[in-house]
């Protein structure tokens, strides 16, 4: 909390906010994104084993992913104008996506840096219809809303959030009319460490949650990652990029008290 500046008088919060030199804020869906990168890592078990060949440019990318109980395959195409996405696994299960841009303005994740807002609307197959909107009211506030409706349901929510972020901190609150009440907090200690944490709230169940974890960068190529839940379970991920495009992943878990312990190595090649 050591960066966050001191009140402003009104003489000089005036003088500050300019709404049109304020920047594009991130996507509602992203209020949180350091936190959730940091205490969501992929933790996993077993070993894993991808490859990762490029074709035509850069714009074609195939990859494979071998488990110890599974096999998958992914492909994407990735255009300005046209992005695609598949994969289909040992299991049978198949699944696609596809996103097209018709003209410059239905571009659903457009970024101006002349606007201070952004708005998305979203439809899908599963009966879900969504809207967000974000804006930043200040240059280092952003202020949005949501609204949801599932057809099949038949039920229809709102949400606001808030963010606000220094050089060294992003702290974000959300507050969901289902219920849920969810804040973050990502501190950077240096330019190799930093601290992150989470509240999850929910009004109804009453139930909390909370995590506390840290990233280090230990060089240009190791990462370092840890987290503990509020249920005792402890985690830790390790990551060396090697040369010649070999990457590993160490993965562990430790929940003492149900005496789960899991270890996973990963090993990809671009």
């Not at 992914?74 to 699944?95: D, E, I």
């Not at 349901?153 to 606000?164: D, F, K, L, M, N």
């Not at 989470?198 to 840290?214: H, L, P, T």
């Not at 370092?224 to 878990?253: F, H, P, R, T, W």
Request: charged letters at 20%; a positive charge.
């Amino acid at each position: 909390m050591a960066d966050l500046s001191p009140p402003l008088t009104t003489k000089e919060a005036f003088e500050k906010v300019d709404n049109l030199n304020l920047t594009c804020p991130v996507g509602y869906d992203y209020v949180d994104n350091e936190a959730y990168d940091l205490l969501n890592p992929h933790y996993f078990k077993g070993l894993y084993l991808e490859y990762y060949p490029t074709f035509f440019n850069e714009k074609l990318h195939i990859s494979s992913t071998m488990g110890t109980k599974h096999y998958q395959l992914c492909a994407s195409y990735l255009n300005p104008k046209l992005v695609f996405m598949g994969k289909v696994n040992s299991h049978g299960r198949l699944s696609a996506r596809v996103k097209a841009v018709i003209t410059d303005k239905l571009i659903v994740h457009a970024h101006s840096e002349a606007l201070n807002y952004r708005a998305q609307f979203q439809l899908g197959s599963n009966s879900i219809i969504g809207a967000t909107y974000i804006q930043r009211v200040t240059p280092r506030l952003s202020l949005g809303g949501e609204f949801f409706w599932a057809t099949m349901a038949q039920e229809s929510g709102v949400g606001y959030a808030a963010r606000y972020e220094t050089n060294k901190m992003v702290a974000s609150a959300k507050v969901i009319s289902t219920g849920s009440v969810i804040m973050t907090y990502v501190q950077k200690i240096s330019k190799k460490v930093s601290l992150a944490t989470d509240f999850v709230y929910n009004c109804f169940s009453r139930d909390v949650k909370a995590k506390v974890g840290y990233e280090c960068d230990i060089s240009r190529l190791s990462r370092v990652q840890g987290m503990i839940d509020s249920n005792g379970v402890a985690y830790a991920l390790l990551k060396k990029e090697m040369k010649m495009g070999l990457a590993s992943l160490l993965s562990a878990c430790l929940d003492h008290m149900k005496k789960d312990y899991k270890l996973g190595l990963s090993l990809t090649y671009h």
